[in-house]
């Protein structure tokens, strides 16, 4: 399929991750890409074996190490780097940027560099004001507004086998959907729209706790009676929990909510799947996240998001004791049975 | 913030900034009335053809403004409505019905003829008909007028009449960012959006805008207001152009939005009431219509596709009207409360029917002492970014930012209507975020937000409705407990102030026992019942629970409710 973006720009992709390279290759079928790297030391690995974690990449991918370079060349930039490290690449981007710009990154975190210092560890409380979705990121380091966001069941390995698959490319503009979806979409990936941009970001970031305990049942062999269980108020509690961030219900039950929870939930290819199942099987937290190679954003969303459900009164068992097992030192065993005696009596009382 | 003063010392005289009224761009558009007339017209039909995209779609539109103008001629007849109203709609309605009759090509032709015949209609009765000798006379009339009563009335001696110790910028404090404004005005657009509460707020900015040496702003003021002939003369003399709530049919709309939007396009300064009506609730609008703002970003992206980067640029100025004294108060709030919709009575009074009951007002707000605040807040961008005096618009670091990329896609400017809602809408939110910012702070909001935030924390368990029937007995407060609320209230708005979060009036900084006195004095001073007094044990209590409410919700939306344990 040929490009039908008449000034044929070429698109820029911002990290060198694996879904980073997923989404590259989706955009390298139908256009030039530049895809930038941090370290000058993987640019000139990407040059020289064109492969990025496990990835092949495309032949029309053009590894760089300049950010400046990238801005001017590309109107459309997909930034697909950890949360942990977004704020300061867009601080890093943002004086190359232009309002014509476009964005539209696959981050699926919070951002918490607003928050006072120490409060993440600290008993001190967090208010939304802290916590900031990486639109909202965008928004307020750069002069860019047209800015979107992907979501959706898009396991990195899979995308990569030409398996089909599906995302949600969310914006309040419509022309970020219509390029988003020109952009990636392909006889294996379909792209739908929604104009909730928060709530679709939402259910990335949140959906990545369930994805812990989900991985903590198997590595109990619980079966799947007990993950059907772990689904289905796992939802609940996103939706609940995503409401207090400002996201609406109906993005929960799309693709991007319970289609990537289901995903998520049953790969051993997530990463805050394996977080979860190595735990189970007694290993420590610090050692696993030492072991993986990336970053799994769910550990970091468990702190936040408790203190978010505290602060705002929202119920949120799962999280609350998930942040009981990896900072607390419950055992997956305790947590499973604290979780059993919740007292709950309605099953769904928000639609 | 920055922050002038103007009035108590000498105020500040404003040279024009531009000095014939030959340049004024809106004395040009009233010469080339005849052509702008047909220009808009042409626009509109434009428009709604855009809308309706096939000959049905147009059929059932015009159908549906045939229906709602009909109704709206038997119902709810006005004064200023033309003679011939019932006539012509008559007319169009056989018109329609002839339609089917004809052949297809002869009945396309009718309808395209039926359309622009509404359309010149509206745009007939839209167009304002300023005239600059009318201007000028109005002008005087506002400023010589009301000195001589503020003279006569401040000073107490034989001749004081016609002493001008005082002048208006006494009575009216302008502070804010009015350099930059003059400035901006020589170089792009100005679009003045100032919070709505009282039906005088018109003439008070036509007031400002002259004595900052400003030319005249087009504006968009509600026909009801020209049923009353001394409104109808001012108006007409300042530059308004008239708008109709009762006619919300498409083709109106787009009438109204291409006038805006083209006179802005022309250079006319402009000024809209973004909230669309007077508050009634009495707090700052928080929800902005977005149809007249919207044309200001059509028409900056309009300027842009005309005349790329040497296109002028729209500037969007937020102003603060405050009050200690809204004379439609008592109106406004029962207003607000029956369309709550839990009160069932219909309340009706409305304060400015006769050109005497205004006369009537204006003496008694020029003899007594009951100031008016106006903070012009920082210009912006369409967009909502800061500009710097040469019209640039910039980032939170400073860097410049073209706003013409915001209408580039593809390296050219394109037209993309969801595009500029969605930009209208964040628009808005900066709008509403600055009002809140450059709001002023007077004695009279901190004592009715206090007395009525006490009150309602004594009931946690009566709604609002009510919380408004408690018996009188009940509405006593303790001139101590009082005066320790308003302690706490007035630390936090001064310390948020510090944080630029809002402002306050000068006589803030006062002793509280002042403060007090000064706003108990000043809230609601002319209402026939007073909505906050001290009573002969020295206790606070008050007259109308319901208007306090109303001056209360003043410093609705800060969340400074807690504040009042």
Not at chain 1, 319 to 348: C, G, R
Not at chain 2, 409 to 434: A, F, G, P
Not at chain 2, 534 to 539: P, S, V
């Amino acid at each position: 399929m040929a490009s039908k973006n008449s000034s044929n720009k070429p698109i820029g992709v911002v990290g060198s991750g694996s879904f980073g390279a997923a989404v590259a290759n989706l955009l390298a079928q139908n256009n030039e890409v530049l895809m930038y790297a941090r370290r000058k030391e993987v640019v000139e690995d990407m040059l020289q074996n064109r492969v990025c974690h496990g990835h092949t990449l495309h032949e029309r991918i053009t590894p760089t190490n300049d950010l400046k370079y990238l801005a001017e060349q590309c109107e459309i930039i997909f930034p697909v780097i950890p949360s942990a490290n977004f704020r300061e690449m867009m601080k890093q981007l943002s004086p190359y940027l232009h309002p014509y710009h476009m964005l539209i990154h696959g981050t699926k975190g919070l951002d918490t560099s607003l928050a006072p210092s120490g409060a993440m560890e600290s008993g001190a409380k967090l208010t939304r004001e802290h916590v900031k979705t990486m639109s909202e990121v965008i928004r307020e380091e750069s002069v860019v507004v047209r800015i979107g966001c992907l979501a959706g069941p898009n396991l990195a390995r899979e995308l990569a086998d030409g398996h089909p698959a599906a995302t949600v490319v969310a914006s309040h503009f419509d022309e970020v959907i219509h390029e988003g979806q020109r952009l990636l979409r392909s006889d294996r990936f379909q792209v739908y729209g929604s104009a909730d941009l928060i709530g679709i970001e939402l259910c990335g970031v949140l959906k990545n706790i369930i994805a812990i305990a989900s991985g903590a049942l198997s590595g109990m062999d619980l079966g799947e009676n007990a993950r059907a269980l772990l689904i289905s108020r796992g939802m609940v509690e996103m939706i609940y929990l995503g409401r207090a961030l400002g996201g609406n219900t109906q993005a929960f039950i799309g693709l991007a909510g319970v289609g990537d929870l289901v995903a998520t939930c049953s790969s051993k290819l997530s990463r805050n799947y394996s977080v979860g199942f190595r735990l189970a099987k007694g290993e420590k937290l610090n050692d696993i996240i030492g072991s993986m190679d990336e970053i799994a954003e769910g550990v970091n969303t468990v702190r936040i998001m408790k203190k978010l459900a505290d602060h705002y009164k929202v119920r949120a068992p799962i999280t609350e004791v998930l942040h009981k097992v990896l900072f607390e030192d419950m055992t997956v065993q305790e947590a499973l049975q604290y979780l059993m005696k919740f007292p709950l009596n309605t099953d769904i009382d928000f639609i | 913030m920055s922050e002038t003063v103007v009035g108590k010392r000498k105020p500040v005289k404003y040279s024009p900034i531009l000095p014939g009224t030959e340049d004024w761009p809106v004395v040009q558009l009233s010469r080339n009335r005849k052509q702008f007339i047909q220009e808009i017209i042409t626009e509109s039909e434009l428009r709604v053809k855009g809308i309706t995209i096939n000959r049905n779609a147009l059929i059932d539109e015009l159908e549906s403004t045939l229906y709602t103008e009909m109704l709206r001629v038997k119902k709810n007849p006005w004064k200023v409505d033309p003679e011939d109203e019932y006539a012509f709609w008559h007319k169009i309605k056989s018109n329609l019905l002839n339609l089917t009759n004809d052949s297809q090509a002869a009945a396309a032709k009718t309808e395209e003829k039926l359309l622009k015949e509404i359309i010149s209609r509206y745009t007939e009765e839209i167009a304002g008909n300023f005239k600059p000798s009318h201007y000028r006379l109005a002008r005087t009339l506002v400023t010589y007028g009301f000195s001589r009563l503020l003279n006569a009335a401040r000073i107490k001696k034989f001749g004081a009449f016609w002493r001008n110790d005082y002048t208006l910028q006494d009575k009216i404090h302008i502070t804010g960012e009015m350099e930059h404004v003059r400035e901006l005005a020589k170089k792009g657009t100005v679009i003045m959006v100032p919070t709505h509460f009282s039906n005088l707020d018109s003439i008070l900015i036509g007031w400002v805008i002259h004595t900052l040496g400003l030319p005249p702003f087009i504006y968009g003021a509600g026909l009801n207001l020209f049923n009353i002939s001394i409104f109808a003369y001012f108006m007409n003399s300042l530059g308004a152009y008239k708008v109709d709530r009762r006619k919300k049919n498409v083709p109106y709309l787009e009438t109204l939005k291409s006038y805006s939007s083209m006179a802005i396009r022309k250079g006319c300064h402009s000024l809209f009431f973004p909230g669309g009506t007077r508050s009634r609730s009495g707090s700052i609008e928080n929800k902005l219509k977005l149809g007249l703002l919207g044309t200001a970003i059509e028409a900056q992206r309009m300027n842009y596709e005309q005349d790329g980067d040497k296109a002028k640029k729209v500037f969007i100025v937020p102003v603060v009207l405050n009050y200690h004294f809204v004379l439609e108060a008592p109106s406004l709030i029962h207003e607000h409360l029956a369309q709550q919709g839990q009160e069932r009575y219909y309340y009706e009074n409305d304060e400015y029917s006769t050109s005497y009951k205004i006369f009537k007002f204006m003496i008694q707000f020029f003899t007594k002492g009951s100031d008016i605040s106006v903070s012009i807040g920082k210009p912006m961008d369409v967009l909502g970014n800061p500009v710097d005096k040469e019209g640039n618009s910039l980032d939170p670091h400073n860097r410049i930012i073209d706003t013409k990329d915001y209408f580039t896609s593809n390296q050219k400017v394109t037209r993309n209507k969801q595009r500029e809602d969605e930009y209208t809408r964040m628009l808005s939110h900066v709008i509403v975020k600055r009002y809140h910012e450059i709001n002023r702070v007077f004695s009279s909001h901190l004592v009715a937000f206090v007395a009525f935030e006490i009150i309602k924390k004594r009931h946690p368990r009566l709604d609002l409705f009510n919380l408004l029937r408690l018996p009188e007995e009940e509405q006593v407060i303790s001139y101590d407990e009082f005066k320790a609320k308003c302690q706490l209230l007035a630390t936090e708005i001064l310390q948020r102030k510090e944080k630029g979060q809002i402002d306050v009036a000068s006589h803030f900084y006062e002793d509280l026992d002042e403060l007090i006195a000064h706003g108990l004095s000043n809230v609601g001073m002319y209402h026939s019942k007073r909505p906050l007094i001290r009573d002969k044990k020295g206790n606070i209590t008050t007259q109308d629970l319901a208007t306090l409410y109303y001056y209360h919700n003043r410093l609705d939306g800060y969340g400074f409710e807690k504040f009042i344990k």
